[in-house]
């Protein structure tokens, strides 16, 4: 069992549409959990980034951590065509000390997303 | 643009070749990692630098190697090149403890034959 999984999709949606997007972890030390975005041929960029339980809103996007589920979500508002691409979400344990996974982050297998004129 | 730059965009390799692909970090940033991503999958963590010394390593074989210079540019060397090497690697650069802010670079796209 992967530590994170995440639905490939792909994930065809209209402009406008509301957009969820989640993955599930099976490890409790993860504490920081964010959204990347990654357009074809791209490096992944940061989208979102939230520690602990909770929820963070930017802008048309906002993201959900449910601790107790192991279960995070992102959701897009007013979806767009400029948006169709790559979603991953990656994770990340707190660093005890050097050498520990500090630093490491997790990520799933990434959802496509295209949204359609 | 997160001011992270990776060199070259694209390489071809045959089998049992050794490569280096190199990454340029954030002005300001001392910590390194890096990341393969194989077609259709997320990023798969392979050993991340700070300050110059090797700070955490992922499932991967001791023929993946690296360095972290004084200016905080890294390289990453591979060594008796496998088909299965082939993928998109990732640098991503970040100021010490900073999990939530790593800044990828564009990546180099690695072939082997």
């Known amino acids: 069992q992967k530590e994170v999984e995440q639905d490939p999709g792909p994930l065809s949606v209209p402009e406008g549409a509301i957009v969820s997007l989640n993955c599930t972890y099976s490890?409790?030390?993860?504490?920081?959990f964010m959204w990347y975005r990654q357009y074809s041929r791209k490096g992944p960029e940061l989208l979102m980034y939230?520690?602990?339980?909770g929820n963070k809103e930017d802008g048309r996007f906002t993201a959900q951590v449910d601790k107790s589920s192991k279960y995070i979500s992102l959701f897009i508002r007013d979806s767009q065509p400029s948006d169709s691409a790559t979603y991953l979400c990656?994770?990340?344990?707190?660093?005890?000390?050097?050498?520990?996974?500090?630093?490491?982050?997790?990520f799933g297998q990434g959802t496509i997303l295209t949204v359609h004129p | 643009e997160t001011g992270v730059t990776q060199s070259p965009t694209h390489l071809i390799k045959t089998r049992g070749q050794q490569v280096t692909l190199r990454c340029s970090s954030q002005?300001?940033?001392?910590?390194v990692s890096w990341y393969q991503q194989a077609l259709g999958q997320g990023p798969q963590f392979i050993f991340q630098y700070y300050r110059e010394e090797e700070n955490g390593r992922g499932n991967f074989p001791p023929r993946f190697s690296g360095l972290q210079f004084p200016n905080y540019s890294s390289e990453l060397n591979v060594n008796a090149l496998e088909l299965d090497d082939s993928a998109l690697y990732l640098c991503?650069?970040?100021?010490?403890?900073?999990?939530?802010?790593?800044?990828f670079g564009p990546g180099t796209r690695l072939t082997v034959l």
């Open positions: 990656a994770m990340s344990a707190k660093g005890i000390r050097i050498g520990t996974s500090y630093g490491k982050l997790t």
């Open positions: 002005s300001g940033h001392n910590t």
């Open positions: 939230t520690y602990s339980s």
């Open positions: 991503a650069s970040s100021l010490g403890a900073r999990q939530d802010t790593q800044y």
């Open positions: 490890n409790s030390a993860f504490q920081y």
